[in-house]
Structure formats: structure tokens, C-alpha cells
């Protein structure tokens, strides 16, 4: 009777570790095809119109998706991010690919060096729909429109 018990227990451990480890990998892609898309259409930005406009909401809304997905790459595994990097590639319809993937993630890792708490606070008040306003001369703000446009750069 014990050992049924034990392998059932031992069973639904199982079950749910590869469970966890399905929503983690899904959560890895997802995160990574958010900031994909968010670097694509801060891309299209930048080849437009030569700069990052910080009082256009829709830039703001796409810095955030960025550096929330740099932030998730603090401390993560090597599996979360080969997830991260397959959704990145997928997210940024292929702008972000093999020969560039190494700079993308090596730029979005060193924002984590960057006190991006202005830009963060502002993008989270633009997906509210609230009025919202960054400096540029804020210090942390040019840090990461600079590394930004050193990623966009490796993209091109």
C-alpha cells in the first residue's frame, strides 16, 4: 500500500515538475517575443526617424517591453534563455537572428547596470493610459537610450 502511495506521489511530482517546466519554458518565449517585438518597433523608430521620440507614449510602452525582458534575463538559466532567444528571434520577425544574437543579448544584459526606474515608472503609466514625461538629461534615460541604440545598431 506504502509503495503505491509513493509512486503516485512520485508520479504527480513528475506530472507537475515537467508541468513547470512547460509554463517556464512558455513564459521564457512569450517574455522573449514581447521584447522582440518591442526592439523591432523601436527598429523602425530609429531607421525613420534617426532618434527615439520620449514624449511619443507608443516608444515609451516599447522601451518598457525591452527592459522588462533584459530584467528577466538577470540570473536566468541557460534553458530560459534559449526559450528567451527563440521567442526574441520570433517576436522581431527574424530582425534579431543568429549573426546578430549574441550583441542583442550582451546589450539588453548590460541595461541591468542601468537605473532604468524613470523609463520603467513612465511605460507602466503609458499601458495605464496615463499622461506621462521622461527627460532626456535624466542620466539613467540617456544610459539606455545609448545602449538601445548600440542593439539597434548590431540589428542593422
Known amino acids: 500500500m506504502f509503495k503505491r502511495i509513493a ?32 526592439l523591432a518597433a523601436i527598429y523602425n523608430v530609429l531607421k525613420a526617424t534617426g532618434g527615439i521620440d520620449l514624449s511619443n507614449l507608443t516608444n515609451i510602452i ?10 528577466s534575463l538577470s540570473g536566468a538559466t541557460n534553458d530560459f ?5 527563440s521567442g ?24 541591468a547596470n542601468i537605473d ?13 493610459g496615463q499622461a506621462t514625461q521622461v527627460s532626456a538629461s535624466n542620466e539613467g534615460v540617456a544610459a539606455t537610450v545609448n545602449v538601445l541604440k548600440s542593439i539597434m545598431n548590431s540589428l542593422q
Open 81 to 85: 534563455t534559449n526559450d528567451f532567444v
Open 88 to 111: 526574441l528571434i520570433k517576436g522581431s520577425a527574424n530582425l534579431v537572428n543568429s549573426s546578430n544574437i549574441s550583441s542583442v543579448i550582451t546589450g539588453l544584459q548590460s541595461l
Open 7 to 38: 509512486a503516485a506521489l512520485a508520479a504527480l511530482m513528475l506530472l507537475s515538475s515537467c508541468s513547470i517546466l512547460k509554463n517556464v519554458a512558455s513564459n521564457a518565449t512569450s517574455m522573449g517575443a514581447n521584447t522582440g517585438s518591442g
Open 62 to 71: 516599447n522601451i518598457g517591453k525591452i527592459l522588462t525582458g533584459a530584467g
Open 116 to 128: 532604468t526606474s524613470a523609463l520603467t515608472a513612465a511605460a507602466a503609466a503609458a499601458a495605464a
